[in-house]
C-alpha cells in the first residue's frame, strides 16, 4: 500500500533533508552523490557513481531501506549485504518513526551502511 499524498510530501520533506545533510560538496559530486526513492511503502537511500567501465553512465549503490508496516505502525529496517539482498538490519530491525530510521543510518554503529 503506498502512502498517501500528506505522508509522501512529509516523508519526501524528511528524507530530503537527511540526504542534502549528508551530500558530499558539490565540487565532487560527479564522483559521488547521494539520493533516495520512495517507492510504495518503503523508502531507498542509494549511493550515485559512475560506472567503472563507462564514467559517462552512473549506478546506484543501495546505502539502506525502511518499508512501513501499517498493520503495527513500525519501520522495518534492512541494509544490503554482499549477495545484493536486502536484509532486516538486526542490530534494529524496526524503528518507530522515520527519523528514528534516518538517525540509525546517520550513527551507522555497525559499519553496515555507509562501510
Known amino acids: ?9 512529509q516523508y519526501e520533506k524528511q528524507v530530503g533533508d537527511f540526504v542534502e ?3 558530499p560538496p558539490k565540487e565532487i559530486r560527479y564522483q559521488v552523490d547521494l539520493g533516495f526513492r520512495i517507492r510504495g511503502n518503503s523508502v531507498e537511500l542509494f549511493e550515485i557513481r559512475p ?3 563507462d ?3 552512473t549506478i546506484e549503490e543501495p546505502v539502506a531501506k525502511a518499508t512501513y508496516s501499517p498493520k503495527t505502525g513500525t519501520w ?9 539482498k536486502w536484509h532486516r538490519y538486526r542490530h534494529a530491525p524496526e524503528a518507530a518513526s522515520l527519523d528514528e530510521f534516518l538517525d540509525i543510518v ?3 554503529e555497525h559499519d553496515c551502511f555507509w562501510g
Not at 522495518?76 to 545484493?84: I, N
Open 106 to 108: 546517520e550513527k551507522d
Open 1 to 9: 500500500m503506498a502512502f498517501n499524498k500528506i505522508e509522501r510530501e
Open 51 to 53: 560506472l567503472w567501465s
Open 21 to 23: 545533510r549528508r551530500r
Open 55 to 57: 564514467p559517462e553512465r
Open 76 to 84: 522495518k529496517l534492512y541494509w544490503q549485504q554482499s549477495d545484493l
